[in-house]
């Protein structure tokens, strides 16, 4: 049946050669439509015999299917085609700015924060807080700092006016936060208290303002050399060096006795002073970085606890010191500018929440 | 305090360096400000003789020098030096710098140059060259009298500039080390030399001899008498000045100290007076006895210690006029005060270069009055800082004693016998109970009891036995606890946690082990608190949504505070106007924060500040956010830079009161956020009608021009305070972390759009809120999606559009159902006024 390969041939062809899916179409209605010439050729099975049928339906049906494939993988071309034709109209500049979101930041001092609550959470200390405010008592009769004491004179006190039961003054330290906790939680005591301290200061390296954190422990048998280890182990933490070198000297404070300032070796690098290394090295040095010492008999009994049952340390040391030991800055006084520029360059991402697994530095 | 290397040496005998002793300073608790040493530098400078001055033969203002610089220098030949200076001429005497010496004052390194044709080899220096002073008119011409230069010693030698300086910072705790004597005294006992007796110890160029001013009798020097009649001195106050020891000088000349009292006092910074008055501040360094030399011409009577009269004036040394009060104590003569007592003296009766006859105070004025005195007036003084620490009450007679007999050996004249008036007893420091094994239990350093003996011994402590005697070294250590008896010059010791500190700080602070701290078992457990965890999530959250934290200063101006309702609190003592009263509000900090930003040329300010807001009963952790400049720049697809609205501020309120976990749904909107702000856009966020969560909308045109800033700004305040405690947190949901069951509806939830007309004043909130509450059961969720007025809608009338949100429960609803709830819907709207768009 020549007839049959020769109607495959021009529908194929007639498939191959239509343009558009217009045209295509016309060859589906022409070859499978009612009228179609498959269809038609499919109408005259029925009347055949069932020899005839036999032979010839397979082939009317080879057809009519590959008629079938044929037009819709030339459907599928031209649809591909006017695709890519419509899609290369729709090109447009991507070197065109998209919308810029703003990016904000967390303050160092914030930082910085929350990595000392990381840390020493670690070591089991809690945070504690008290008010900035604070009356006489607490910042220093209860610290054992009376009125006419000499050491009122090394902090410069911020009075405040009017009458009040007890002068009132801003703190001049975070110490007061160790009597709140001290005559308001039963020992043992592990706690850092960070927050906003005052002394009437000001030039290129003090501000009227400032961010001290202090520690406190209060335990039976502990002694001088647990607040080393504890100063060791958390400086260690902070900068995240373990040759950190620390170097003790005895000093005073009103409220601990024995007392120790510590200083911290450094390492000159291209006129930098970078924590780490041995502070009597001929490319070192050591910086006061912590006050700190045994809490004094009379300030564990002022605050009604027994000095001969319990003992204990206390250690402070400058927050804003500690970022700009750790990150760098050099003017204490741009931490409270608020300039946009510095905020950005040494400000962190709202994700870098210090941990203990990814570090606490960012 | 400042003392020098050779004034340390007349109290300790060592051969210590420079660097071991300051390292050792620093260990024992006496922090070594720095060391300064003015001879180093100047070492290769040498004295040379001029031995012959030509003129230069092609410069007319040149001369070559032939200059001898010493035997050992060039083979004891002289050298070739062009020199420009004036005052260049043959015979005189001069520093010579040879080459490749670091001129110090120029900066520059000397070499072998040929200066217009003749070769020069070496420098002769001015003062300005050598560092030392201004003075650059011509070289160095030194003077032909004692000490006379001789050509090739060590210019710093001969200037006696060789003698290095500490300084170093004393704790409030030591008065004793307020005197070289007693920074001495802790270096024996640290091991670096010996303790030279009791002695006057003067520069040997004084031709002093040393002697113990404890032999009272027999006094060898013959002019000083001590039975003549001494001054009449008496105690009025005797809490104030319980001791006051007096002697009398007369016909004295006050002329200038000799060199090497001078010396030392320009070394450690003080400026040499005269004789009488160089010596009494030479003694308030060398033992920390301060002392006071009165002009007995210009006193009227005797003096006496006492109280002041309120009111009363003194022209104190300083020349500043200090009115006193009846807490002070001055010692004054008839007529008027010459001396605010411990602290200064006065100018009328100071002593002068006519002064012939002087009576010397060494009196004892205590501790606490002194301070007071100190900080009321606000004046210090080297006396000031001994006496407030505690001056060693048992040095008066010897103090007095051996600044008379400095003052007579200088001045001449005559000295008296000493009047010594005492009106009580001062306390001594008190012998301590102390056990030797603290050594270990509170300072972590186990020590042996003999180290320990030995250490309190060489710093003048002594045991004490059961006989109230003297325990000495030699006879071992007595059973604990120990009686340590405490020395004079201490009485900062009051009990045996000092006594630690002493063993331990001498023995060494770095020889105590570290000890961990005991560690719970297992991981370390959560120890921040609700208020805590809010802090951190409210600031992050922040800085997410594109804010930048900024740090503001808790005090501010009078008029700012006033800016935003005033401030409860101020300081009677402020650094300066503009930090006087602590901020009621976080907005003024920021305000000029911003203002700052933008005159720096930022185009959009987004900050925040996390701190507290200072009111009348209490600090309240506040966020403050402040919005201004550009929302969104410029833009090729968004045209115009936008500027920030309220509504900007309220999508920051109300983020951030959902991180922090506050129920944001069910939030009022209300007014009364506050004069700060815009009246009608401005709003406040309520949790039921009283409390505030947060104010946020557009500040007050007034405020921003309080602050300067010329653009619309938008701010956010959250108040962290009055946020609830998140419910629903471990604990509340009985320690577990487990969340309800997840129970997804089983059928899909149907949206229907209502088009309300209402009066321009309802608010779109009521309308929502009301349409919300229709039906509970089955609305879920009520937005609205448009506002219009204009063409259509009627004058005084807005449409408001609004999409609601209906779930179905266990089966769909019916299109009754559906017709019900749309009922109800619409009537709960017509109570509002509303009446359903057609």
């Known amino acids: 049946m020549t007839d049959l390969d020769q109607l495959k041939a021009d529908l194929l062809a007639a498939i191959d050669a239509s343009s558009g899916l217009d045209a295509l179409d016309a060859v589906r209605v022409q070859a499978l439509g009612k009228q179609g010439a498959v269809t038609g050729l499919l109408k005259t099975l029925g009347q055949m015999s069932p020899e005839a049928r036999q032979e010839t339906g397979p082939r009317i049906h080879g057809l009519r299917e590959a008629v079938t494939d044929a037009i819709a993988a030339r459907k599928a071309s031209l649809e591909g085609s006017a695709l890519e034709a419509k899609l290369a109209s729709e090109t447009i500049d991507l070197t065109l700015p998209a919308d810029a979101v703003p990016a904000g930041s967390v303050h160092p001092i914030s930082q910085v924060m929350d990595e000392l609550a990381e840390i020493f959470a670690d070591l089991g200390f809690a945070v504690a807080t008290g008010p900035e405010i604070e009356d006489d008592w607490h910042n220093f009769t209860a610290l054992n700092i009376p009125e006419t004491h000499p050491a009122r004179a090394m902090h410069d006190t911020f009075y405040l006016a009017g009458e009040h039961e007890q002068p009132m003054v801003l703190r001049t330290h975070t110490s007061p936060v160790q009597i709140r906790t001290m005559t308001s939680t039963p020992p043992p005591i592990r706690i850092i208290a960070p927050g906003r301290v005052y002394r009437s200061d000001s030039d290129a390296t003090h501000t009227p303002m400032f961010h001290q954190i202090e520690g406190l422990v209060i335990d039976k048998g502990l002694t001088l050399g647990h607040l080393k280890w504890t100063l060791e182990t958390f400086l260690k933490a902070y900068f995240e060096r373990d040759d950190i070198v620390l170097r003790l000297r005895p000093s005073y404070f009103p409220f601990t006795e024995p007392s120790v300032e510590v200083d911290v070796g450094y390492t000159l690098i291209k006129g930098k002073r970078v924590i780490g290394g041995g502070g009597d090295t001929a490319t070192g040095g050591w910086m006061e970085v912590l006050g700190s010492g045994m809490v004094h008999r009379k300030v564990i009994e002022a605050c009604g606890l027994d000095p001969n049952e319990w003992q204990g340390f206390a250690f402070g040391t400058g927050v804003d010191r500690l970022a700009m030991l750790k990150y760098g800055m050099d003017d204490l006084r741009a931490f409270f500018d608020g300039d946009l520029r510095w905020l950005k360059h040494y400000g962190f991402s709202a994700l870098d929440v210090p941990t203990l697994s990814g570090g606490v530095g960012a | ?838």
């Open chain 2, 1 to 838: 305090m400042k003392f020098t290397l050779s004034w340390l040496k007349d109290h300790l005998d060592t051969d210590a360096s420079v660097e071991t002793i300051a390292a050792t300073l620093n260990r024992i608790g006496i922090e070594v400000e720095g060391v300064t040493d003015a001879g180093a530098a100047l070492a290769p400078f040498r004295i040379a003789r001029v031995v012959s001055a030509e003129r230069h033969p092609q410069a007319d203002k040149l001369q070559v020098l032939m200059v001898d610089a010493g035997p050992d220098y060039n083979g004891g030949q002289p050298v070739q030096v062009v020199c420009g200076a004036p005052n260049a001429e043959a015979y005189m005497y001069g520093v010579f710098a040879p080459p490749g010496t670091y001129v110090p004052g120029s900066g520059i390194t000397i070499r072998e140059s040929a200066i217009r044709g003749v070769e020069s080899f070496g420098m002769m220096c001015s003062t300005r060259e050598l560092g030392l002073g201004d003075e650059h008119d011509g070289i160095i011409s030194l003077p032909d009298h004692s000490p006379l230069p001789v050509q090739g010693t060590p210019y710093a030698d001969y200037a006696g500039l060789n003698d290095p300086v500490f300084d170093v910072s004393i704790t409030p705790n030591r008065p004793d080390c307020m005197g070289v004597r007693g920074i001495a005294r802790d270096l024996a006992a640290a091991g670096l030399g010996t303790l030279v007796e009791y002695t006057i110890s003067f520069h040997p160029d004084a031709y002093w001899p040393w002697y113990n001013v404890r032999e009272k009798a027999g006094d060898p020097i013959p002019h000083i008498k001590l039975d003549a009649a001494p001054p009449k001195v008496r105690i009025e106050d005797a809490e104030g000045c319980p001791r006051f020891y007096a002697q009398r000088l007369t016909g004295c000349t006050n002329r200038e100290s000799p060199e090497w009292l001078q010396r030392r006092l320009r070394a450690i910074g003080q400026k040499p007076i005269s004789a009488l008055v160089d010596v009494t501040n030479y003694f308030t360094v060398d033992v920390g006895r301060p002392l006071h030399v009165y002009d007995e011409a210009k006193l009227s009577g005797s003096l006496v210690a006492r109280k002041a009269k309120p009111g009363e004036n003194v022209l104190a040394l300083n020349g500043k006029t200090y009115t006193l009060d009846e807490t002070m104590t001055v010692i004054a003569d008839d007529v008027a005060v010459h001396d605010i007592g411990g602290i200064m003296g006065g100018e009328h009766s100071g002593v002068s270069e006519t002064t012939t006859d002087v009576v010397i105070e060494c009196a004892y004025f205590a501790p606490d009055t002194i301070a007071r005195t100190g900080q009321k007036l606000n004046l210090t003084s080297d006396a000031r800082q001994r006496f407030e620490r505690g001056v060693d009450p048992c040095i008066m007679y010897d103090g007095l004693y051996m600044a008379t007999r400095l003052m007579h050996d200088i001045c001449g004249g005559t000295a008296s016998g000493i009047i010594e008036a005492e009106a009580r007893d001062i306390a001594l420091p008190q012998p301590v109970a102390y056990d030797p094994s603290l050594a270990e239990t509170l300072g972590g350093l186990a020590l042996p009891d003999k180290q320990q003996h030995e250490i309190l011994d060489s710093l003048g402590f002594w045991l004490i036995d059961d006989a109230g005697e003297q325990f000495w070294l030699h006879d071992g250590t007595p059973d604990a606890p120990w009686i340590v008896g405490v020395p004079s010059w201490r009485p900062d010791i009051d009990g045996p946690a000092d006594i630690v500190e002493e063993v331990i700080r001498i023995a060494g602070i770095d020889n105590v082990p570290s000890t961990p701290l005991p560690r719970a078992p297992g991981v370390a457990k959560p120890t921040a608190t609700p208020e805590q965890k809010l802090e951190r999530r409210l600031r992050r959250t922040a800085a997410a949504r594109g804010l930048n934290e900024a740090v503001t200063w808790s005090f501010i101006a009078e008029q700012e505070a006033a800016a935003v309702g005033g401030g409860a609190w101020s300081l009677a003592n402020p650094i300066s106007e503009d930090l006087k009263v602590m901020r009621p509000s976080l907005l003024p900090g920021l305000l000029m924060a911003a203002g700052r930003n933008l005159k720096r040329g930022a185009t959009s300010v987004r900050l925040f500040e996390l701190g507290r807001r200072y009111l009348a009963d209490g600090e309240r952790l506040t966020l403050t956010a402040l919005l201004t400049g550009d929302r969104t720049p410029r833009g090729w697809a968004s045209g115009k830079a936008q500027p920030f609205t309220a509504y900007d501020a309220k999508a920051e309120a109300l983020a951030l009161l959902e991180a922090a976990g506050a129920p944001a749904g069910n939030l009022q909107v209300m007014g009364e956020a506050g004069d700060a702000w815009h009246p009608g856009q401005s709003a406040t966020l309520r949790l039921g009608p009283k409390t505030v969560l947060a104010s946020f909308g557009m500040l007050h045109p007034a405020l921003l021009k309080a602050f300067d800033l010329d653009g619309p700004a938008a701010a956010v305040e959250i108040f962290l305070d009055a946020i609830p405690a998140k419910r629903g947190g471990a604990n509340e949901r009985g320690g577990g972390f487990m969340r309800p069951a997840y129970t997804p509806p089983a059928l899909q939830a149907v949206t229907r759009d209502f088009a309300f007309l209402v009066p321009d004043a309802l608010a779109a909130g009521d309308l929502v809120r009301a349409i919300r509450g229709a039906d509970k059961a089955a609305i879920t969720d009520a937005r609205l999606f448009d506002l219009f007025t204009g063409a259509g809608v009627e004058e005084g009338h807005k449409s408001l559009a609004i999409e609601v949100t209906l779930q179905p429960g266990d089966k769909s609803f019916t299109d009754a159902e559906l017709k019900a709830i749309a009922d109800k819907i619409v009537a709960a709207a017509s109570k509002l006024g509303a009446t359903l768009r057609g």
